[in-house]
């Protein structure tokens, strides 16, 4: 799903917080992930493209960086 909306502050939060050091997909999930259906940044962020897995291994060990998408959007706030 690509939208065009203006993007909320949770998900200029979540870019900012993974474009200010190196993450994991662990370190991310332990930050990010929410059960609860009303706040879902980073499956939105994801879907959206805005946000990247890399590499190989286990999964909380790989990681997390801004797609050239979620760069731009973060360059334009």
């Not at 939208?3 to 998900?11: D, E, F, V, Y």
């Not at 999930?29 to 706040?39: G, L, N, Q, S, V």
């Not at 897995?53 to 990681?63: F, I, L």
């Amino acid at each position: 799903m690509v939208t065009t909306q203006q993007p909320s502050a949770l998900t200029l939060q979540l870019l900012t917080w993974i474009s200010t050091q190196p993450r994991t997909y662990g370190e991310a999930m332990d930050a990010w992930r929410t059960t609860c259906p009303r706040m879902p940044i980073w499956e939105d962020a994801i879907s959206e493209g805005l946000v990247q897995v890399n590499g190989s291994g286990a999964m909380r060990e790989r990681k997390v960086t801004l797609s050239s998408r979620g760069q731009a959007l973060l360059r334009r706030t």
